[in-house]
């Protein structure tokens, strides 16, 4: 399973039936479109408080643009 970068908490499927199934269910979180780096969606939260409200959209690791999954 997927982890959240900054946490390391295993970021939950979300779905579930024939998707879930056939291994092509969508992970809660956010996803960067440069190295793949994930956050789980309470640290992505976290993350906006912490840059004072800005949209906490860049990825931690290489600035690319973090993604809903």
Do not use: Q
């Not at 982890?3 to 979180?29: M, N, Q, T, V």
């Not at 440069?34 to 640290?43: E, H, T, W």
């Not at 690791?61 to 999954?69: A, I, P």
């Amino acid at each position: 399973m997927p982890e959240c970068e900054r946490c390391g908490s295993e970021l939950d499927a979300k779905g579930g039936g024939l998707k879930d199934a056939l291994g092509l269910a969508s992970y809660d979180g956010y996803e960067c479109s440069g190295c793949g780096v994930l956050l789980c969606s309470s640290c992505y939260n976290k993350r906006t408080v912490e840059l004072a409200g800005a949209a906490p959209d860049r990825c931690p690791r290489c600035d690319g643009t973090l993604e809903k999954r």
